[in-house]
Nanobody
Framework: QVQLVESGGGSVQAGGSLRLSCAAS????????MGWFRQAPGKEREFVAT????????DYADSVKGRFTISRDNAKNTVYLQMNSLKPEDTAVYYC?????????????????WGQGTQVTVSS
């Protein structure tokens, strides 16, 4: 089992920044790739970013490339999502997730464990 706890959500004006954190505990986190997804009201949960724990590889949704950065701190078993130049369309509940294996994972069904989510609201 892997437990994931997100933090760092909040409300910000368009153009602002937020940093989300995801603390992982339980089974060895280094065995998992980590990802961020988001779900806006009335929409499907969508991929945002992913990172591997070993050799660092990352991937992003086209909608956030150049604005969001995913990173991790192995010593703290924590993954971060730095979000800059936020837009109203980034408003959603953001979820952290863990995927078994060491490869990048961009699909929801590749992930076994999910956090409870944290709300991000961007006003225009």
């Amino acid at each position: 089992q892997v437990q994931l706890v997100e933090s760092g959500g909040g409300s910000v004006q368009a153009g602002g920044s937020l940093r989300l954190s995801c603390a992982a505990s339980g089974r060895t986190a280094s065995s998992y790739a980590m990802g961020w997804f988001r779900q806006a009201p009335g929409k499907e949960r969508e991929f945002v970013a992913t990172i591997t724990w070993g050799v660092v590889n990352t991937d992003y949704a086209d909608s956030v490339k150049g604005r969001f950065t995913i990173s991790r701190d192995n010593a703290k078993n924590t993954v971060y999502l730095q979000m800059n130049s936020l837009k109203p369309e980034d408003t959603a509940v953001y979820y952290c997730a863990a995927s078994p294996g060491r490869v990048l994972a961009t699909m929801r069904d590749q992930y076994n464990y999910w956090g409870q989510g944290t709300q991000v609201t961007v006003s225009s």
